[in-house]
Nanobody
Framework: VQLQASGGGLVQPGGSLRLSCAAS????????MAWYRQAPGNQRELVAS???????YYTDSVKGRFTISRDNAKNAVYLQMNSLKSEDTAVYYC?????????WGQGTLVTVSS
């Protein structure tokens, strides 16, 4: 089983990016899915999560700006990031509970800078 993340890049403050992550391989069930991020010198933190039924959680700093969604048919999770700020700069990792095992994607770099 692999998680492949994509969509990172360089964006100006106030801009938008959409991250995508899809699980592939022999999969029976994907339960909770989430996005984490890790900025230089900081610990990895949970940004947003979504249950299989669609219940969502957001850390306070991204509420109202980020939207997490998923496509169960594609075993995919997305993170729409709007009104980006310099403090959102980090490597973003997707995480998924696949058949009761926590799986991580490879990370995608988001840089918010003018």
């Amino acid at each position: 089983v692999q998680l492949q993340a994509s969509g990172g890049g360089l964006v100006q403050p106030g801009g938008s990016l959409r991250l995508s992550c899809a699980a592939s391989g022999r999969i029976f069930s994907v339960n909770g899915m989430a996005w984490y991020r890790q900025a230089p010198g900081n610990q990895r933190e949970l940004v947003a999560s979504i249950s299989r039924s669609g219940a969502t959680y957001y850390t306070d700093s991204v509420k109202g700006r980020f939207t997490i969604s998923r496509d169960n048919a594609k075993n995919a999770v997305y993170l729409q990031m709007n009104s980006l700020k310099s403090e959102d700069t980090a490597v973003y990792y997707c995480n998924a509970n696949v058949d009761l095992v926590s799986r991580w994607g490879q990370g995608t770099l988001v840089t918010v800078s003018s």
